[in-house]
């Protein structure tokens, strides 16, 4: 006798994300926030905000800082955009569009993001 074998998902990437970015909602971004404001607290000039384009470029120099400012972008816009798909099934909007569109937004973000600090880069360096 033939066993059938259950059809596999792709579900349990998303739900990955999703957990990895709630890990850097949680514990990341808020320690990324207090090194920001230690920063402008200790800066001279406290009137123009915490970074100016120098510093702001000082970072996106460093290849290792800018990955981990786009693995933060990418897991939060999967971890707030995942959120909302499931929270529409709440609402009672059971619609493939909605997937489509949560998904395809956390994508355009990451990729956005990505191409504005590849173009940062090349601009400034």
Partial sequence: MRQFLPTRS???????????GGMVASIVLPAIVVVLIAAGL???????????????????SNWFLSLVV??????????????????SHDFGIHSKLTWYIAYG????????????????YVKFF
């Fill in 10 to 20: 792709d579900e349990p990437m998303y739900w990955l994300m999703f957990g990895a």
């Fill in 42 to 60: 200790t800066s001279d000039d406290l009137q123009h905000g915490v970074l100016n384009l120098g510093q702001v470029a000082s970072i996106f």
């Fill in 70 to 87: 786009f693995g933060v972008v990418f897991l939060l816009s999967f971890y707030a955009l995942h959120r909302m798909h499931h929270s």
């Fill in 105 to 120: 937004s956390a994508a355009a973000v990451s990729f956005i993001s990505l191409g504005l600090q590849l173009l940062m």
